[in-house]
């Protein structure tokens, strides 16, 4: 098989694919019409971010199988143009994890001990002994926002240097947490609160731009920040003025909301900031983790085995696959739901199929319905990594199946759990195209779930129902869809709102001010 590789990669992966027998041809740097002639007759494409992978690159390469990213980002990359075309995707997520966690580590001890300052007073000719009194890390707290692969590994390496650690993760279960000696927490204030040093370990999602900003940061008063995982988390003009004032003791910084950072950053003008620039991966084991994690995935699919970064294919036979791809989205979308109402660590999820669905394999449904469950957590998360990720991070995941599906052809129940308390989801497929929530625990409903929607748990009194509409008309929010179900007259009741807009968390708290409501909880379903 050929391998066109646009992008430089460590020799290793180059290697790595002559060993098996496929022929390489490298043309770095081309592009227009010569990337289309030479993609011709590839039968993959292995690109780093320098390559744009179009519909017309994809077009032109009828022969392709799959597009190795060598490299997490794949905004360079067409995913659906690429699935149309029924080519496979694939990054390298994990190749710079301890690359990223040893320099978060460097970037920790840098700042705590002024190292870069003191070496820059030193090359202007001062010995500055007496002007820097550093902090040992010994003894202290480290909060880790974000206990993914790179928060555990900084964890791991901190813990063993005699820091206490204390996580918030809403996505991680507390016995995970304890494997690595870390404290899970319930938010983020307590984690800044109990933290002396706080590192950033999340991605850039709409829930964690600007997380840590004033207020976040006047928690953390005398402690040190490090952020070596996405710019535009942590709000940076006010870091730079609560290092400036003092708040802060120091603070590092490896990414940036915009990048190159900009001239007339305020970051750039105080001395107590340590600025790298997108060092983390930065280094030859990492670059040669990536051309090797990338080059077996190539291989992996030549051999019509599964990729294991996989962001876009099926591990599952064409017929299965066409069988079981309308519940595919559903799974997904009961999961996303489950999750945002359960609002919790949890320790575990259930899958359930019911009627049809329970006789095929289900293994890919399965996962798509953890790829909603940590979909607002992980931006990498798919339906073929999402079940690495769920043992990962210690969660249990179970299925079972059972003939009946009451009165529909199938159903699939996804249940998220902490052990004690639970949320589930039903849904089916109408017409084999329509999804239908048709139950949230014990309530029967028929919602149609999209966009923006608003689940209220409430008394079933008079008036409750005329009083959410109120509150969201006063707020210029339209109800484009309502449905509603209860357990008893006079119990609770169950309602579910689509909205052409999002509410805010002041129409919310209005809400769950009236004594009829029990509780107000906003879902996300779009992108």
Known sequence: MKVLVTDPIADAGLDRLREAGHEVET??????????????????LIVRSGTEVTEEVLSAAPELVIVGRAGIGVDNIDIDAATDHGVIVANAPEGNVRAAAEHTVAMAF???????????????????????????????????????????????????????????DPYISEDRAKQFGAELVDDLDDCLDAADFVTIHTPLTPETENMIGEEELAQLEGGYVVNCARGGIIDEPALAEAVEDGVLKGAALDVFGEEPLPEDSPLLDVENVILTPHLGASTEAAQENVATSTADQVVAAFDHQPVANALNAPSLDRATFERVEPYLELASTAGRIAVQLFGSHMSSVEVTYAGDIAEEDVEYVTASALEGVFAPSDIQVNAVNAPQIAERRGIDVTESKKSSAEDYQSLITVTVSDGEESVSVCGTQFGGEESRIVRIDDHRIEAVPHGHMLVVRNKDELGTIGFIGTVLGDAEINIAGMFNGRETIGGEALSVYNLD???????????????????TTYVALDD
């Open 27 to 44: 043309a770095y740097d081309v592009e227009g019409d010569a990337l289309l002639d030479a993609v011709s007759d590839a039968n993959a």
């Open 110 to 168: 840098a700042t705590a001990r002024s190292i870069p300052q003191a070496h820059d007073r030193m090359k202007d000719g001062e010995w500055a002994k007496g002007e820097f009194l550093g902090t040992e890390v010994n003894n202290k707290t480290l909060g880790v926002v974000g206990f993914g692969r790179v928060g555990q590994e900084v964890a791991k390496r901190l813990g063993n240097l005699g820091m206490d650690i204390v996580t918030f």
């Open 501 to 519: 807009s999002q509410p805010g968390r002041d129409i919310i708290d209005r809400l769950n001010g009236d004594d009829r409501i029990i509780e």
